[in-house]
């Protein structure tokens, strides 16, 4: 048996040396085969150069023990095949774990393979310990060798066959349970390493097992929460619900749900749970594993969301307003808002129907608004419902693209009130419109840069327009276009308009003037008066322009002033004869008595006051209408006062006219039977005027003031004066200021109207002192001409 | 006092029958022959009849009025023949100028007046002053 071994122990320890030479070579390759994938950490390199240094001392044993008897070289062998079983089993749980497909480890299994092929007895022996330790896989590929290479490889001894052919068994089985192996592990990398978190527990609930993505997450370590209930990281809401699901789960059912898991730190966790029963082979529920996913940026999210749509449901619902919406169809999709309520209408209780079948009957209005919305036209309507008066603003949806129109949104406004205010206000501007229409006065209203912006019916008319929508009309143009004159003709300036006056701020006087209507030949004389006004705007200051047709009136008054001079004519001739005849009859019976020379005196005297009158009138009419001349000579005022005085004192004896006047002649250049007039007119209102008669002075004198010397008549009396409150209007054209009085001397009211006239036209002044009943003095003065000239 | 002169004659021109009559008898209670004429036309037969020594103008009358006659009376008998214009209208004497009138009264007048410058005229040849 001896020598028998001894050929074998020989064989064994060139197998081991060759093993052990390859075992340097297969691990330096495999050293190299990582480096060049760079998928070797550095503990896999140690491995490797473990294994080398392996090889390395089985060469130097198998060297060193050459001599050796069969067991020294089987326990060679066996160490060697520990180095590498080493070396194989830590690479093979790398391998597992970083999921490489290149087995480096395969390179030492093959040597371990090839060493067994060539081994004696004894070092299978030595094999077959480290077999049943069960811990080595070295004759994995065993059954993967050829059948031709194992009768050439495989030792002769039958029972040698028989111990590897076991061996086999051993391996075959090692290498299913390192299969096995290497899944479990890959599912526990997988399950540890995983982001999502994976959770189980058994049947009462208990957690088995939890992944460390989860218990992280929780604020725990896995060991801390294994064991206990997993209601323990629930709130109240929770637990309810996970019960719920985990009793549905035990009959079978899978589903995903979301759940509120608490934190260690008491915040909330919130994860979506996929959550798988667990049963035996046997059918009975276990427990349960599942994945547990982290939602809670998800969740905040939503929370946000649906916190921001609560807050503008709340804005909306308090709103005085009502808020619609409808999809394409027309069924309400809002239906919201304040107003609803307090017209007592409940939200949302219109949701669903549609517009057609809601408000078609009632307002088919909003239905054609609704339908133009949607037809992508905002607009907006209104019209009474529900006993109010709403106005509706209708704008079509777009989808989040702003590119198809969805529905429609509506946002109805309750303006009862306002339309109630702009009724009444509307009623108002009718009733002006038509005050203004009506009025046979043009009127207008004139911005600040002379456009007429408004204009009442014959203030159109005036300006040649046929309606308001052609204004503006500028002022501008107004001369021109509607021929502006005075009444001689010559065009009128447009600044001295009224309107243009008006605009500045001023007020003025009425203005009489000839324009003609565009279009037309009619020429009208028209009176303009126009009041500023500040314009609503408070852009500046406008003017409203009354604009009077007054040419049938001044017609009238011509023809007035015709009538009064054409009988004021033909009154002269008659009044002529009877004045001659009255003083012819004296001639031709020279015996007349005192009484009937009365008679004759008081017929000249009341055709002399026909004449007065009758000259007068004409003299009125002719100031009138403009037509009034001066006729100017030289000649002395004091001469012809004194004549005149002593004309007035013949005609009365109660009365004592004294005449002061310098020593030297007041020439003047005047119209002498217009001072005439003045003169014997304002000796006449003294005479009249002072009934009880009484001194009755004259005064005439020169004057010098800085425009030059004039020549001064007064006359005083001492009789009943004018009151006061009356001598404003003394001067004016038929004022009569005893009218109606004991002291009514008759009269037709112009004497001292046409005396301030006539004094004007000289470039004089008139004026008077009076106190009632003391006396009047009246007086008038004439510029005299420059001594060289006169 | 003037009874050895011989009398002035004057032609009074007057459409109004009743005023011509009264001045015509004025004028001859006052001495002077007086012959009338009722409008233009017809002082133009007088005066080609016989040349008075003044004329009292009316102005407005019918068929021939005072403007007429005094431009056909200066084309025919000269400027020397003294008119005095006796008229209604208010500018006597504006009217009297334009027709190269020796003066002008306003109707109505006063019989003095009528007669101061009638004699003015007449006898006064060498100042023939206006009565202003």
Redesign the interface.
């Known amino acids: 048996m001896a020598a028998h071994f001894a050929t074998p122990a020989r064989r064994a320890l060139n197998a081991a040396r060759t093993v052990s030479l390859l075992t340097i070579v297969g691990s330096l390759i495999a050293l190299l085969a990582w480096q060049a994938t760079s998928k070797a950490g550095i503990l896999t390199r140690w491995q490797f150069l473990m294994s080398a240094g392996a090889g390395l001392l089985g060469v130097a044993l198998t060297w060193y023990f050459r001599q050796m008897p069969v067991l020294a070289s089987a326990l060679v062998a066996f160490l060697c095949a520990c180095v590498v079983l080493v070396a194989d089993s830590v690479t093979n749980v790398e391998v597992a774990r970083s999921r490489l497909r290149f087995e480096p480890f395969l390179a030492s299994k093959i040597l371990a393979f090839g060493m067994a092929i060539i081994a004696p007895a004894p070092i299978a022996l030595g094999y077959l310990i480290i077999a049943l330790c069960g811990l080595i896989p070295i004759f994995d590929y065993f059954a993967l060798i050829p059948e031709p290479l194992k009768s050439h490889f495989a030792a002769p001894e039958p029972w040698t066959s028989a111990i590897l052919a076991f061996f086999a068994f051993f391996v075959l089985a090692h290498r299913i349970r390192e299969r096995k192996y290497e899944r479990e592990i890959l599912l526990q990398t997988m399950v540890e390493d995983s982001e999502e978190g994976v959770w189980v527990v058994d049947r009462d609930r208990k957690t088995t097992y939890v992944n460390p993505a989860l218990s992280e997450r929780l604020g725990y370590s896995p060991g801390e929460m294994t064991g206990k209930d997993a209601l323990t990281f629930m709130d109240e809401d929770s637990r309810a619900l996970a019960l719920k699901k985990m009793s549905r789960g035990e009959r079978g059912i899978r589903e995903q749900y979301e759940l509120r898991l608490i934190k260690r730190d008491q915040t909330v966790l919130w994860t979506q749970m996929a959550a798988n029963p667990i049963f035996d082979d046997h059918g009975r529920f276990v427990g349960a594993f599942a994945f547990v996913t982290d939602i809670s940026s998800r969740k905040a999210l939503e929370e946000r969301l649906s916190e921001s749509e609560a807050f503008l449901r709340t804005i909306i619902g308090n709103l005085p307003i009502v808020l619609l919406a409808f999809d394409r169809s027309g069924r309400f999709t809002v239906y919201d808002g304040l107003a609803l309520k307090t017209i007592g209408k409940k939200p949302g209780e219109r949701l669903g129907e549609t517009i057609d079948h809601a408000w078609g009957k009632s307002a088919p209005i909003w239905v054609e608004s609704f339908d133009r919305a949607l037809a992508g036209e905002s607009n907006s309507s209104s019209a009474e419902m529900w006993g109010r008066f709403w106005e509706i603003r209708w704008s079509p949806l777009f989808n989040g693209k702003g590119q198809t129109i969805t529905g429609v949104v509506a946002v109805a406004i309750d303006e009862t009130e306002r339309h109630a205010f702009m009724q009444e206000m509307d009623s108002r501007r009718e009733l002006l419109q038509g005050v203004l229409d009506n009025m046979s006065e043009g009127v207008f209203a004139v911005s600040p840069d002379g456009m007429i912006r408004i204009a009442n019916k014959v203030g159109l008319r005036f300006i040649g327009l046929q309606s308001e929508e052609q204004l503006p009309f500028s002022m501008k143009d107004a001369p021109t276009k509607l021929a502006i004159r005075d009444l001689e003709g010559n065009p009128l300036p447009p600044e001295s308009l009224t309107v243009s006056r008006a605009l500045k701020g001023e007020r003025t006087k009425p203005l009489t003037s000839v324009m003609r209507i565009p279009g037309t030949r009619e020429d009208l004389i028209t009176q303009s008066s126009a009041s500023p006004f500040t314009d609503p705007s408070g852009k500046g200051t406008s003017a409203v322009v009354v604009l009077t047709d007054v040419t049938e009136t001044l017609n009238l008054d011509r023809m007035k002033d015709q009538f009064i001079r054409v009988s004021a004519?033909e009154l002269?001739?008659?009044?002529?004869?009877?004045?001659?005849?009255s003083?012819?009859l004296p001639?031709?019976l020279p015996s007349l008595d005192a009484r009937q020379k009365t008679v004759l005196a008081n017929l000249i005297q009341g055709?002399?006051r026909i004449?007065r009158i009758t000259?007068d009138l004409?003299?009125l009419s002719?100031l009138q209408v403009g037509r009034f001349?001066l006729?100017k000579?030289h000649?002395d005022l004091c001469q012809m006062a004194e004549a005149v005085a002593k004309n007035r004192q013949r005609l009365t004896t109660r009365h004592q006219i004294h005449v002061e006047r310098p020593g030297l002649p007041l020439i003047i250049s005047a119209d002498?039977e217009r001072i005439e007039q003045v003169v014997d007119n304002l000796l006449d209102n003294a005479v009249k005027y002072s009934p009880e008669g009484g001194e009755i002075s004259v005064q005439l004198g020169l004057e010098s003031a800085p425009e030059g010397r004039s020549a001064t008549f007064r006359v005083c009396d001492h009789g009943i004066g004018i009151a006061s409150e009356k001598q404003k209007h003394i001067f004016e054209r038929f004022f009569r200021a005893h009218t109606d009085t004991p002291h009514d001397y008759g009269g037709i009211g112009v004497g001292l109207y046409l005396s301030k006239e006539f004094i004007a036209r000289h470039g004089g002044r008139i004026g008077f002192e009076s106190v009632e009943n003391k006396g009047s003095c009246f007086h008038f003065s004439i510029p005299v001409e420059k001594e060289g000239t006169a | 006092l003037n009874d050895h002169l011989p009398r002035k004659s004057i032609l009074v021109v007057e459409d109004d029958l009743e005023l011509c009559t009264s001045i015509a008898m004025l004028l001859e209670i006052s001495g002077f022959a007086v012959r009338t004429a009722k409008d233009g036309a017809e002082a133009l037969e007088r005066v080609a009849e016989e040349m008075p020594d003044l004329i009292l103008l009316d102005m407005k009358m019918p068929v021939m009025n005072g403007w007429e006659f005094a431009r056909l009376f200066h084309e025919r008998h000269g400027n020397s023949m003294p008119i005095v214009v006796a008229t209604a209208a208010e500018d006597a004497r504006k009217r009297a100028e334009e027709i190269g009138a020796r003066a002008s009264i306003g109707k109505p007048f006063d019989s003095e007046h009528l007669l101061a410058v009638v004699r003015q005229i007449l006898f006064s040849p060498l100042h023939p002053e206006e009565r202003r």
């Open positions: 004519h002269k001739t008659p009044v002529s004869s009877v004045k001659l005849n003083q012819l001639l031709l055709a002399d004449d000259r004409l003299d002719q001349w006729s000579t000649f002498y």
